[in-house]
Nanobody, 118 residues
Framework: VQLQASGGGLVHAGGSLRLSCAAS????????MAWYRQAPGNQRELVAE???????NYANSVKGRFIISRDSAKRTLYLQMNSLKPEDTAVYYC?????????????WGPGTQVTVSS
């Protein structure tokens, strides 16, 4: 299974973007999916996680601004990003969430670049 994130781009501070993540194969059995990001010189960090049943977890830095969701068929993962800040600039990836017990991670895709200008 390969994960393809899309929807990134260049936006001014305060703007919004909606990221999507599609899987090349079935990820229906995976109960927890997440968005991660990596800024230049930094380690990859967890941004948001969604677990079957609707539980969501967010990094403190994005809480109240970002919303993670998943379609009912569990084929596509979304990240609605509002009130974007320059510090949100990073490459965003989707993958298995840390709460998932079935599999540790799937093959990482290339991610999608988000750039927020001040």
């Amino acid at each position: 299974v390969q994960l393809q994130a899309s929807g990134g781009g260049l936006v001014h501070a305060g703007g919004s973007l909606r990221l999507s993540c599609a899987a090349s194969g079935s990820i229906f059995s995976i109960k927890a999916m997440a968005w991660y990001r990596q800024a230049p010189g930094n380690q990859r960090e967890l941004v948001a996680e969604i677990i079957d049943g609707g539980t969501t977890n967010y990094a403190n830095s994005v809480k109240g601004r970002f919303i993670i969701s998943r379609d009912s068929a569990k084929r596509t993962l979304y990240l609605q990003m509002n009130s974007l800040k320059p510090e949100d600039t990073a490459v965003y990836y989707c993958n298995v969430g840390p709460s998932e017990t079935l599999v540790h991670e799937l093959r990482w895709g290339p991610g999608t670049q988000v750039t927020v200008s001040s």
